[in-house]
């Protein structure tokens, strides 16, 4: 049994609070997909958390924008990619080593037949896969697919969820390939049903699926429970609104979870 948390962004409260609930399930090993930082005001506290908790951290796209460059982020994305790597060298005894472990972090992860990357088998750090995508881009999916031998456990797009490949049933009706697991009603999922799937364990430090929780996901051998875990929100916020790198949207956002 292990915890795998993603999207993390620099929220030291929702962080804190997901590795409160982690504890109290006797979870010891967490894998992070990445985006521990990014939007939010104490990155380098999460990184150190990170470094020292986390069995294995992956490569998100905002941690490659702070590498690389943040190409073809927006603008609030990018002055916060900026102001972290101020963040990071303003620690001067500390920097090197934050850099060094940034810098060789992996794009992913196997642990048996679960492949675990940030956004897409095919383009772990950048690619979305999206709920919409099982009516909007089937193409897309039969494609990203192929790159997966039974699951895959991504982050990104915050929301939590999973896109079975279910195949087609001849006596049924339902002639698609795929379909969407929400796991807001019933938060857990036994993969161990269908041969393929993508699961999404959602973002711990800025949800997007209109639940204000923080999210990650306990995997159990072939079963995925989500949990959401209350935080103080507004502390984040607050420090967001009153920090003059960051946007007040990213403050704002945290509280209805979009």
Request: aromatic letters at 10%; proline letters at 5%.
């Amino acid at each position: 049994m292990f915890a795998i948390v993603s999207d993390i962004h620099a929220n030291i409260e929702a962080m804190e609070a997901v590795l409160r609930d982690i504890e109290s399930h006797g979870v010891s090993d967490i894998y992070c997909l990445g985006d521990v930082i990014g939007y939010g005001p104490c990155p380098v506290e999460c990184i150190e958390i990170a470094m020292e908790r986390f069995k294995v951290t992956l490569v998100g796209n905002h941690e490659e924008a702070l590498v690389m460059g943040p190409y073809l982020f927006n603008k609030i994305a990018e002055l916060a990619i900026f102001w972290t790597r101020d963040c990071i060298d303003s620690q001067t005894i500390k920097a090197p080593g934050i850099w060094k472990w940034m810098e060789g972090l992996p794009y992913f992860h196997q642990i048996e037949n679960k492949l675990l990357v940030h956004g897409s088998p095919r383009d772990c750090a950048t690619e979305y896969i999206n709920p919409r995508d099982i009516v909007d881009a089937t193409e897309k999916l039969y494609d990203i697919f192929e790159y997966v031998d039974r699951f895959c456990f991504v982050g990104h797009t915050h929301i939590p969820g999973a896109i079975i490949a279910q195949g087609r049933d001849p006596n049924s009706s339902d002639d698609s390939d795929f379909r969407y697991f929400h796991p807001g009603r019933s938060p857990q999922l036994d993969l161990a049903e269908f041969p393929k799937a993508i699961v999404n364990v959602g973002s711990v430090g800025q949800p997007r699926d209109g639940d204000n929780r923080a999210c990650y996901a306990i995997v159990d051998g072939t079963k995925v429970y989500w949990r959401r875990v209350e935080y103080n929100y507004r502390k984040t916020m607050d420090r967001i609104f009153s920090n003059k790198s960051l946007h007040r949207e990213l403050g704002a956002r945290l509280e209805v979870g979009k």
